[in-house]
């Protein structure tokens, strides 16, 4: 009687086992699964981005003295979007990525003071000396966002406005891709420019 | 010391970032860069066109940027401010370099930079008065820091009468002039796939020369990817450059422009020269493109022709036979309760729906895990070749009537009344679907095609449709009495029938062992043999047991399922899966080459014609259109007299680059004929020809090309 069930059964789990072959996407693209990290952060917790599941995450790439994230922490800019992404319960993530003896690279609570200082709120600052995270994202510039989505997928990957400058005066001109992003999840809606092109220092790297 | 390095030039951020530094001279400098303002001319006329220029030179290890700066970084600007009525053109970019940190890729200048204009100055102005030429400079200079900075360099030439020479002007502007890049003076194309965009240039002299490095600076950001390889080659006179699209990829009709770079080695050490490229890339039309214009109507057709498709699959000798095994059992039971055999029809209407369903699901599965996958792809694994090689001969052995199970096989006069009379009629819909998927790429290649580069809805609504057209002719007939009284009547021709179609099965095993011989090796055919032979073994003990006493009954059926396990495990340990035993059944012959991307590119680059087939062993259409059309001697002489080259790609394999090939025609599985006309021809976009050949077909899709051309 188990034959003519068994056939099938052994033909359906070797199409199955097709499952098993395939990779695990590693690049951020947009509309698929963000990658995975684990990183210390500055308060000495520790963040797995798989734990954060449900919320909407941000991830900034930082750094106090490259002249670009300058602009956009005097004017207030980032701090202001810092405030706005939090009250819609959104997780800012900075990632401070340079390496050892690097611009930028700081200790948790110098970066902390650097914050309070300057009147950014994030909800946390990643500290990520060896590049890991910042490779895991091609991260290039700071500043420099990937916006993640409650279930994981990564739906914005670019820069924080459409002039690239280092000219505070120019805040008020450009189109704010994170403002307008924020705006989007507000409304549910589709970030409708997902992709833009990031400007600033170069993310310092251990060479 | 770091800290205090770090320190040092925080100070220098502050301390520039403040207060930039002014000046309204020809020359000004910060702590990294002299700047100069120059001109092509010591004195201007009025009317006349003339360069100016700035010159950065910066300390060592610092760099400006290019018009792209790369993957951080901003470009030099210039604004210049002139006398009313004058005009300035965008600046003549110089030929970059490139700046590695790391992951990071920047384009810009070391040492020295000088930015051109074009200066028109106004028809008007007055001779013997002065011509001002400001220039508010910006820059971002970088080593591992970077800094903004701002200059702004004026200089004022005399207006003089056209009679009074202008004077040589700056020496700098002739030095500048040679940091140009040029244009390209060769031919080149850029053909774009859907990851890859690949710049093909011709030159009889690139074999000849030294060429030591080739790079190409893309002149937009996003177009490609900054910091990946660009491997490039030189075969025949065709220099090809593969760059990888960025996260902006070219729009269709969009240029990519920018500058090629070739560094050779002479006598004096190697040389880099830049080519000014600007070309829209060679896109193949998808039909996925045409697609998105009209979802709608593509939907519904798509859902149509697999529900055709599902109708017509019912005739295919895999299919004709497992459901000739249930029309018989209805004619049996013709006069049974007509209640039990709607709910058998409905059994195994379900039985089909949940295994495309779960075949759907199991595709949309793999695509989102972002893996290149097509219809058919299944029998890419000798695994599943083999274990449906082992599923027809079974299926084969027990319409010779070797052996049945319970009262019979696969619910063919089972006792209608119990409930695994319907599980059976549930399973035999699940076979169907099984034994129907080699024969479902033929007809439904366009739908499935479709359906895979769908959202998962409508790939499911295909999947469902097509397996309900393969449901519907069983389900039509078990739902109307009427109709099962058209049948004939019952007898002993039933049995004969039966039997008969054994023979399809042996065959379609048959052929499926000489699809593992190609894919697995010639000990695989070995393993394969030796596998049905046990299994006809427990066949046949479990047969011939059954109906004696109990103990024998139970130790027949015990033996019978140890070796049938025997034989599992043996065959799945014995075949060897790994992706570099199969061996490609495309070797070139004299009448066709087989398929590479470089290959079909470099011909195409050349303009040649080409045909390109791409084929599956496991693929029976395939086949069958190679021995009916492209084998024949007639198209193999359209071939020669056309010039075409006839390419042959083979997706028996796993094969990433002809999935992708074949995504690029908006198909997922094979086969697929194109017909790549040559660049003399009226025709320039490939022609997609259908997926049953006839010689007449191939002749005509050639031919008129072939006369277009001569007319030309």
Known sequence: MFLHRFYPLTLLSLILSFLAITAVNAEPVIDKPAPLFTGTAADGSTINLADLHGKTVILEWTNHECPFVVKHYESGNIPNLQKQAVAQGIVWLQVITSAPGKEGNVTGEVAQKLNAHRGATPTNTLLDGNGSIGKLYRATNTPQFFIIDPKGVLIYKGGIDSIPSADQSDIGKAENYISAALADIAAGRKIANAVTKPYGCSVKYAS | MLPLRSLFFSLIVLFVYSGYVQASTFESSTDQVKAQLIASVDAVHPGEEILVGVQERIIPHWHTYWINPGDSGLPTTIDYVLPTGSTVGGIQWPTPSRIILGPVTNYGYE?????????????????????????????????????????????????VLPSIASGNGS??????????????????????????????????????????????????????????????????????????????????????????????????????????????????????????????????????????????????????????????ALIKHANHDPLENKLHGLAYTLGI?????????????????????????????????????????????????????????????????????????FFTGV??????????????????????????????????????????????????????????????????????????????????????????????????????????????????????????????????????WLALIGSYL????????????????????????????????????????????????????????LSQESVIQAFNQADVTYLKGDWTNRDDEITQLLAEFGRSGVPLYVYYPGKNSALKSPIVLPQVLTPDLVIRTIKPSLMREKEV
């Open chain 2, 111 to 159: 040492n020295e930079v000088i930015l051109l204009s074009k200066l028109k100055v106004p028809d008007d102005i007055q001779t013997g008065s002065a011509f001002p030429i400001q220039a508010k400079v910006k820059w971002l200079v970088c080593d591992e820091i970077c800094i903004p900075q701002k200059v702004d360099l004026a200089l004022t030439l005399p207006v």
């Open chain 2, 171 to 328: 020496p700098l502007i002739k030095t500048a002039q040679t940091t140009l890049p040029t244009t390209s003076p060769w031919p080149y194309s850029i053909v774009k796939s859907e990851n890859t965009l690949a710049i093909k240039v011709t030159d009889t002299q690139f074999k000849n020369s030294n060429i030591k490095n080739v790079w190409f600076y893309p002149e937009k950001w996003g177009k490609i990817v900054h910091n990946a390889e660009q491997p490039w080659k030189i075969s025949g006179d065709t220099l090809e450059l593969h760059l990888k699209s960025g996260d902006e990829p070219l729009a269709t009709d969009e240029n990519l422009s920018g500058i090629l770079t070739l560094t050779i080695d002479g006598p004096n050490g190697s040389v880099t020269q830049g080519y000014q490229l600007a070309a829209p890339a060679i896109a193949i039309p998808t039909i996925g493109e045409i697609d998105t214009k009209a979802p709608d109507l593509v939907l519904s057709s798509a859902l149509l022709l697999a529900l055709l498709g599902g109708i017509v699959l019912n005739l295919m000798p895999c299919v004709f036979p497992v459901l000739s095994i249930k029309a018989i």
């Open chain 2, 353 to 425: 729906l949940v295994s495309f369903a779960l075949l759907g699901t199991i595709l949309i599965i793999l695509k989102a895990g972002g893996a290149q996958i097509g219809w058919g792809f299944q029998f890419q694994s000798p695994l599943f070749v083999l274990g449906v090689a082992y599923l027809m001969f079974t299926v084969g052995l027990s319409l010779s009537g070797v052996f049945s199970i319970g009262v019979s096989v696969m619910g063919i006069g089972s006792s209608l009344a119990n409930r695994s009379g319907y599980s059976g009629s």
């Open chain 2, 431 to 564: 076979l169907a679907t099984v034994v129907a998927t080699p024969c479902t790429a033929p007809f439904m290649g366009a739908a499935l095609g479709f359906a895979l580069t769908q959202p998962p809805a409508i790939l499911l609504a295909v999947f469902l449709s097509l397996g309900f057209g393969l449901a519907l002719p069983y389900l039509t007939l078990s739902q109307w009495p009427s109709l099962q009284r058209r049948l004939p009547k019952p007898g002993v021709w039933m049995d004969r029938l039966k039997q008969g179609l054994a023979f399809p099965m042996y065959a379609a095993a048959v052929w499926l062992v000489w699809v593992l011989a190609q894919q697995a090796g010639i000990n695989a055919v070995a393993i394969a043999l030796g596998g049905m032979v046990v299994i006809a073994f427990s066949a046949w003990l479990y047969e011939s047991t059954k109906t004696g006493i109990k103990s024998i009954q139970r130790s027949g059926a015990g033996v019978a399922g140890i070796s049938l």
């Open chain 2, 574 to 629: 014995g075949i060897d899966t790994s992706p570099a035993a199969p061996i490609s059944n495309v070797e070139t012959s004299n009448t066709f080459e087989a398929y590479s991307p470089a290959r079909l590119n470099e011909l195409r680059a050349e303009g040649k014609p080409v045909f390109l087939n791409l084929t599956a062993a496991w693929c029976i259409s395939c086949l069958v259109n190679e021995k009916v059309a």
